[in-house]
C-alpha cells in the first residue's frame, strides 16, 4: 500500500473529511488532496499528526 493510499484510507476509516484531516493537522485541503493523490509525499513528523503516531513509533522496527 503506498503512503497516498493509506492516508486516504485512515482518513475514510476515521470518518473524517479532507477538510477535517486538514484542520487536524493544520494544512489546507489542497494539501491534503496532494498528499492522498500521491503527488506529494509528506513529511515524517505530518505523517505522525495524520496518523496520531510518535515519530519514534512508525520508524520503530518492532
Known amino acids: ?3 497516498a ?8 476509516i476515521q470518518g473524517m473529511t ?3 484531516l486538514s484542520q ?3 494544512k489546507s485541503e489542497r494539501m491534503i488532496k496532494r498528499y492522498e493523490n500521491g503527488k506529494i509525499i509528506p513529511s515524517i513528523q505530518i505523517l505522525g499528526k495524520i496518523f496520531n503516531k510518535s ?8
Open 24 to 26: 487536524k493537522i493544520h
Open 1 to 3: 500500500m503506498t503512503i
Open 18 to 20: 479532507q477538510r477535517e
Open 55 to 62: 515519530i519514534d513509533e512508525m520508524i520503530s522496527l518492532e
Open 5 to 12: 493510499k493509506a492516508i486516504r484510507e485512515y482518513r475514510l
